[in-house]
């Protein structure tokens, strides 16, 4: 599997550890982990064209991984933030 496809698994498996954290409250560590996600998001595309392994695959799993996070996010909002 190309790096950049471990980075985009690597966002898909932070989402549930996100979760986790967030379902306790902790606010302040779900940014952090949007943060490691909005990283891993950035690099795997570079990386991928960098490194000449852009495929059809690692492309989907990327959209997952970013429609993924994007619904969680919104749900994380309204979980620890309502007022928003």
């Given at each position: 599997?190309?790096?950049?496809?471990?980075?985009?698994?690597?966002?898909?498996?932070?989402?549930?550890?996100?979760?986790?954290?967030?379902?306790?409250?902790?606010?302040?560590?779900?940014?952090?982990g949007?943060?490691?996600a909005?990283?891993?998001?950035?690099?795997?595309?570079?990386?991928?064209?960098?490194?000449?392994?852009?495929?059809t695959?690692?492309?989907?799993?990327?959209?997952?991984?970013?429609?993924?996070?994007?619904?969680?996010?919104?749900?994380?909002?309204?979980?620890?933030?309502?007022?928003?």
């Amino acid at each position: 599997m190309p790096a950049a496809d471990y980075l985009s698994f690597l966002r898909l498996l932070l989402v549930p550890l996100i979760w986790l954290v967030a379902l306790q409250g902790q606010s302040r560590l779900v940014g952090i982990g949007l943060i490691a996600a909005g990283v891993t998001d950035a690099l795997d595309g570079y990386l991928a064209r960098r490194l000449g392994q852009v495929s059809t695959r690692g492309a989907r799993l990327d959209a997952i991984a970013d429609i993924v996070l994007l619904v969680s996010a919104a749900a994380w909002l309204q979980l620890l933030h309502p007022e928003i």
